[in-house]
């Protein structure tokens, strides 16, 4: 079934990412009246990169090599709205990012933030919108039914329900959530489901489409819940999906058969038989900090774009 609703360059420090945004902004004025668009935040697995605890990791300096954990922003300059896709643990760089880009009055001017699961590069950044950081007032955020009640009744996600930092708005696989000329879509995800529901999301603007699916076990697993993730593609004009590894054996010393995610080179493998332009509108995401397509110009990188795929970037912007 196919699932229907019922380019920057890779920035550096915030400093980098604001100055080559807004000169962006202002060598397109003209065509930035009245856009709606995603732009990408992050493109990291959960622990961002690099990884706590990762001493010897060249990516603490320079700078060049950081990159945030996966998120999206929604931005409607029709109606001055913006919305996230995640609330990860780079809650504040990602949210002076969006100011710099789409700046709106009011903190955190945030119209509603959108959740796929419980786990910890997806959520935990709600934390900032409470009592102890900004005091914000009833943030929307859309969460499955059973990511919901984990929030009402956990600390300390419960106290920003209870302070009314954020207001809980379930959401259905059955009914999509009606923003203006923006609809998204939640639709069920095969991954580990220790304290929520995981679910991606299908964005649809006035001309064009978008999937975002950062975490996800297995193609396969798609296939046996009667989704198939070519006809997904087909289906929408960009998709983000999650590429956390390359290949078995990236990680030292690591049974990689306990991490469920498609690698890279299983998602090239699968894809290979669509025509280019179909897997011209793949953006990897989610990719961990051991992936060695973060980097551009490796052999793993070269792998991927020569079938036709890109890794996304952070700053891209894609209009709908």
């Known amino acids: 079934m196919i699932l229907k609703p019922i380019a920057l360059r890779p920035l550096l420090g915030l400093t980098a990412w604001c100055t080559i945004s807004l ?43 950081r990159r945030l954990a996966t998120s999206l922003a929604l931005v409607d300059e029709t109606e001055g709205r913006r919305f996230l896709f995640e609330a990860t643990p780079d809650f504040r760089e990602q949210l002076a990012r969006l100011d710099a880009l789409a700046p709106v009055p009011g903190t955190p001017g945030l119209d509603g933030i959108f959740l796929t699961h419980a786990h910890m590069g997806h959520y935990t ?17 859309y969460a499955m039914p059973r990511m919901a009640r984990y929030l009402r009744t956990n600390g300390p996600w419960s106290q920003l329900v209870g302070y009314q930092n954020i207001d809980l708005r379930e959401l259905s696989t059955q009914r999509a959530v009606e923003l ?18 995981v679910v991606g999301f299908r964005v649809d603007g006035p001309e064009r489409s978008a999937l975002f699916l950062p975490d996800i076990d297995s193609w396969d697993d798609w296939d046996a819940l009667g989704v198939r993730l070519e006809d997904q593609l087909r289906s929408v004009d960009i998709a983000f ?68 795929l890109r890794v996304a970037e952070e700053g891209e912007i894609f209009d709908l």
């Open 180 to 197: 203006g000329r923006v609809s998204v879509s939640a639709f069920p995800v095969p991954h580990r489901q220790e304290f929520s529901e």
């Open 241 to 308: 999906l999650d590429a956390t590894f390359f290949a078995d054996g990236e990680v030292p010393g690591r049974d990689m058969s306990g991490f469920p995610h498609p690698r890279i080179r299983d998602t090239m493998e699968r894809l290979a038989p669509l025509p280019a332009e179909e897997r011209a509108k793949v953006r990897l995401i989610h990719l961990n900090h051991t992936n060695p397509a973060l980097v551009a110009g490796t052999p793993q990188r070269q792998e991927l774009e020569a079938a036709g």
């Open 125 to 141: 950044g709600l934390i900032f919108l409470g009592h102890e950081s900004m005091g914000a007032r009833n943030v929307p955020v």
């Open 23 to 65: 000169l962006a902004l202002g060598a397109a004025s003209q065509e930035r009246t009245q856009r709606i668009y995603l732009v990408v935040l992050g493109i990291a697995q959960d622990g961002g990169v690099p990884q706590a605890g990762t001493k010897s990791a060249p990516d603490w300096r320079p700078p060049e090599f």
